[in-house]
């Protein structure tokens, strides 16, 4: 039996539409070593997810882009004894950010005439708020943020918030992110096929579905 047509793309937001395969945590880990020259270890790891921990569900729906990546990148800095180096890294972050994101929205303009479009992320709560400020909201006809849902990926809950705003079934969506943990492995779990961002040339968990190293090339994965 042949797939059913690719009616919706379900788009992670953090590493995917705002850097080609790079999550948050991995960013920040090289902007605060270049900076602070913070050796890149374990401690790290706990000092981000405590800040990105008190983040959830703590700031105002309206919360700006920029705010909320200062506001990470003061609590990382903070954890690690460096309060110092949050400007400096925040302002290197949104720089790389927003370059990323002005490509991305390019590339949903030319997506959304062919496909439903939903943002599906692990935010804060402001998730709709940010892709109105960055321009992808007028590409999309959903954002569907774990801190309002009240389910993160991977649990299906997020995903089948999605595919409801959509009004599209699972067989007819492709996920597209950059975690093969939770974009991936959530994706699985509902039977939806799936596009792993990776910078590396790797196989994705699933031998039929496709890896690709930019967002940009999301059109020729889906096709």
Known sequence: MSAAPIRALLLDFGGTLDADGVAWKERFRRLF???????????????????DDALVGSVPPSLAFEETVSKLAAGVAGNLGRPDAAAPVARKFLAESRACLSRSTGVLAALHPRYRLAVVSNFYGNLESVCRETGLAAHLDAAVDSAVVGASKPDPRIFRAALSALEVAAEEAVFVGDSLPRDMAGARSLGMRHVWISPRAEACCCPEDRVIASFRRIAEAVA
């Open 33 to 51: 070593a270049d900076e602070a020259a913070l050796a890149p270890d374990g401690d790290f790891d706990s000092a981000f997810y405590a800040a």
